[in-house]
């Protein structure tokens, strides 16, 4: 290479730094914007999903009687709308938009959050199917399990919810090491990644269509 | 700029077109890997609509006593979930992956054989709505309209369908010229192409959750 072309090379990058500059203004600016607009779009959609949770609280107080556990069947169903509700999609979703919501946090403490939020879920969404299926084989007589649309979307959506615990969390030593932090086998975090969000994501729209279908059901029943 | 860097720029071209020959291949192999697999896919998912679309059939004439018009108002609701399945799912589902499954055609040709599945999809969808609210308003008593979950979820799809319709048929004469033909406002079609396809998606959603919150009302009920 010719130093005459050396130094156009030398004022291409000066040209490129000078537009590289404006453009990070752009940017930034562009940036500042989104964030405004994704915070506007959170704080609204978690006020709808609290308002959900309240006022499937209510509906349960109020209108069906309260809660129990398996000493009073009916009563100890009342957990299951609850429970599943508030783990499998509040707690689901503020788990999955951590990572934007708390984006100027570290990503360590970011997938500590994510896997703490999940773990709730899961632990919630365990008791609430202990609800239901107690709810069922402590009636009297005893109501069949697993026969209608809901269930069945329900139990695919916790063995989907589970799979994707289960593959984070054993065996712990290699989560530990490259999964939760950083380690070494950044490739395989990178492939790893797309799979888990597209499922993380058609299972939390499972678990909204299970939700509806039991909504459903539950009014239709009472 | 001297003829020294213009022989040296020369040359990066001649450097990009071998790198680009290379990477033309590969494009087109994994273009060709993607077409396969979305092909796998496409005629996967297209399988099970077709086979759900057979289930609903049978279980109406074999379940359900088949089909009439409003002189039998319980069997004219037998219309209602063939219709709007036929016609808001999987009609609607062709026609949102037509630009893809018909990727070789011309666009033009894609976009009439688009608008006319979404037509198809829009009059089948009136006429279920039609035969839901006859069954319910001349059954004896009359049953009452629109105070389910379900009833509210399929209102508001077919109100954003039929946004969405209406968006691309009125008035014709500028969705001739601007959206169904390539005429001259590249830059608003190109703006309303995203909107058009998120509220797309999103209405396919809801229909999908009206769907199973109706078959699932349907199967207590029944």
Redesign the interface.
Known sequence: ??S??LS??EEDVENEQSVGLLSNVMEARAEHLKTRNYRSLYSFTTALGIGALVMILSWLIRYRKGFAWNWDPELQFNWHPLLMTTGLLFLYAQSILIYRTGRNASKKRLKIFHAVLHASAFVLAVIGLKAVFDSHNYASPPKPNLY???SW?GLVTVIMFTGQVTVALLPPEITLKYFLYPGLSRSLRQAVLPVHTVTGIATF?LA??AA??G???K???T
Chains 1, 2 share one sequence.
């Open positions: 290479m010719s005459d072309s156009s090379a209608s649309l809901h979307f729209t909204l269509i509806l279908t909504i459903t059901e009014t239709i029943w």
